[in-house]
């Protein structure tokens, strides 16, 4: 590579780092705080307005024509245990879930997800998932019928009888209701021991008139929540129809109080629902039916509100006769190997399941290094082990392409000497001296450019490795050592507390600054792996090159304690590599011939 290319390649990634640091200090920080801001605000905006909105008696339609499932609140929000004690429930009790299905309106809309907490401390809360009617933000799922020529069919203020009083593993509990016609209506819930519950849909027709009716199904969420923002993260609606993914942002449904077009597709097989960075509720219809689909929002007063529902085809049942269906409900953590073993059931299979889990384009690569990490997880039983054992199998993979990197490498080591000297020769000349460089390169068999190679194979595996640590709840809390109990999080001690010594909350604005000690620890790496590489002979270009660790420190310090972690250990077994081969080459580490050892 010539003087000018590599001054303007230099530049170039100057310039990156430039941006990529202004745009956190001077966009997406300010831009965080507005939405903070304006989170608060709209709070503010809906509690006052919470006075004026009086409970739907009506059902207006929505999306595909199945009943609008997004009530507002009655007056202030009511707490959750008033909420929860206001109607008759159904206990849900199993080893990973707790909470309770309201009798009213046979609504899934408490659950807590017992092997999950807000954070990393022992005592902390478990994650409460799903939300009730009348609170600040429901969110729950909901099963029914849509009656034709005017047959009566349970709505969201039917109280329904159950024939136990709790919801256990693989124990399921009959939900029924008989209109005045004599018609019966039956909902049998089943939970496994997961995060799935199979609804079977019966109606008995005992009316002596044919009656037709159509099954659906509806996940409903008012209020937007907090999500991250990032380009690289799917936080909405989501769905797979026709083994087809599709995702449909909050801001698509409502955006500054304007209510878009429903998202409509009709499907067979597949599912559609709500998802978090690590949560997800997620309808499962009949595969063998084709039903019609909807992401929908509206306005609950100042509030938005987001539904996904679908509708099956309308079916006539005669009199005496019995019809039913069967479809489902995910409601948990998005745990990789568990949506695997739901999309490979072979009896119920969920077509494309675990693309819940936002691997994104880069999926052919991002989920076999998961699949890495989590089984050397399990012969470690750390998931920072796993990590260094991954990155050591990595470089096993490429050691042969990257032993011919370092070797050439330490050829221009080697040659360091003579390249100062044709500096000192032709520096008034830099086009003969470019020409007599790439002479020398040539005369002694090296390409200039071969010391690329190792970064170039490390972008996709540092970008796919940020995903899994990103977006797999199986990296949330993980812990490594010592102070390191969250590899999804950045190193939490910092150097504007004293790393961890002075209890001070660093300012949004100056974040970027308070970098921990293992961000210190890859920058310290990068910096010995640089002085193992041949100096450039332009004395500006050499002083840029060694502000780039400096800058990758704090740059990085932003980035999962996981990734941090990979990128110095990456290091550490590349500076051992390069080491070793120019030690049998003779190389000097500061450039020429090593003196022989006496």
Not at 286 to 310: C, I, M, N
Not at 443 to 451: D, I, M, T
Not at 461 to 474: P, Q, R, S
Not at 536 to 564: E, S
Request: net charge negative; hydrophobic share 45%.
């Amino acid at each position: 590579m010539d003087s000018d290319n590599r001054k303007n390649l230099i530049i170039a990634l100057v310039l990156s780092m430039v941006v990529m640091v202004g745009w956190q200090v001077f966009y997406e920080m300010p831009r965080q705080e507005q939405r903070v801001e304006a989170e608060q605000q709209r709070q503010a905006a809906e509690q006052q307005a919470a006075g004026d909105r009086g409970d739907v008696s009506s059902q207006p339609q929505l999306g595909v024509n199945v009943p609008n499932s997004l009530q507002s609140v009655e007056n202030l929000p009511k707490s959750r245990n008033q909420l929860l004690e206001a109607a008759p429930r159904l206990a849900v009790n199993t080893n990973r879930l707790s909470g309770s299905i309201s009798l009213r309106g046979a609504r899934i809309d408490d659950l807590t997800l017992l092997d999950y907490r807000e954070t990393v401390e022992d005592d902390s809360p478990n994650i409460v998932f799903l939300h009730p009617v009348g609170g600040e933000k429901p969110y729950y799922a909901e099963f029914g019928w849509l009656g034709a020529d005017g047959v009566d069919v349970p709505d969201r203020d039917t109280v329904w009888t159950a024939d136990k009083p709790e919801l256990t593993v693989n124990n399921p509990v009959t939900l029924s209701w008989t209109n005045d016609a004599g018609v019966v209506f039956e909902q049998i819930v089943t939970l496994d021991e997961n995060f799935m519950f199979s609804i079977d849909q019966r109606v008995r027709n005992n009316s002596g008139q044919p009656i037709t009716v159509s099954p659906y199904g509806v996940i409903a969420r008012t209020g937007t929540p907090s999500i991250l923002g990032f380009y690289i993260l799917h936080e909405g609606l989501i769905g797979v129809f026709d083994d087809v993914l599709k995702e449909v942002d909050y801001s698509d449904l409502v955006d500054d109080g304007a209510v878009q077009p429903a998202e409509k597709q009709a499907t067979t097989g597949g599912w559609l629902g709500i998802t978090d960075k690590y949560w997800l509720a997620a309808l499962v219809p009949d595969a063998l039916e084709t039903v019609q689909t909807s992401f929908s929002g509206r306005l609950s007063g100042s509030t938005e509100a987001y539904q996904a529902d679908f509708l099956m085809n309308a079916r006539t049942i005669a009199a005496g006769e019995t019809a039913a269906v069967n479809n489902r409900l995910f409601a948990g953590a998005k745990e990789t190997l568990l949506l695997d073993d739901y999309r490979d059931d072979p009896e119920n299979g969920i077509s494309n399941f675990d693309l819940a889990v936002d691997f994104g384009w880069f999926y052919w690569l991002t989920k076999p290094i998961f699949y890495g990490i989590h089984m050397l997880n399990d012969w470690f039983g750390n998931f920072g082990v796993a990590i260094l054992g991954l990155t050591f199998v990595i470089k096993l993979l490429f050691f042969p392409l990257a032993n011919k990197s370092y070797r050439s490498m330490s050829k221009m080591k080697l040659l360091q000497p003579k390249l100062m000297e044709l500096k000192e020769r032709y520096g008034d000349d830099r086009q003969k001296m470019n020409m007599e460089m790439m002479e020398l390169y040539k005369k002694e068999k090296v390409n200039p450019l071969s010391g690329c190679l190792p970064i170039l194979l490390q972008i996709p595996v540092f970008f796919a490795l940020y995903k899994v640590l990103f977006v797999t709840i199986e990296m949330r809390h993980a812990p490594f050592f010592g102070w390191i109990q969250d590899l999804s999080a950045p190193d939490p001690l910092g150097m504007l507390t004293l790393f961890g010594m002075i209890p001070w909350e660093v300012p949004a604005i100056i974040a970027f600054l308070n970098i921990g000690i293992w961000p210190v620890i890859m920058g310290l790496t990068m910096w010995l792996q640089q002085k193992l590489n041949p100096a450039p002979t332009d004395p500006v270009q050499a002083r840029v090159f060694m502000l780039m660790p400096f800058l990758f420190t704090f740059l990085l310090g932003t980035f999962p304690a996981g990734l941090v972690i990979y990128w110095a250990w990456n290091n550490t077994l590349s500076i051992l590599q390069q080491y070793v081969i120019m030690r049998r080459m003779g190389v000097a580490i500061g450039g020429g011939k090593a003196e022989p050892s006496s």
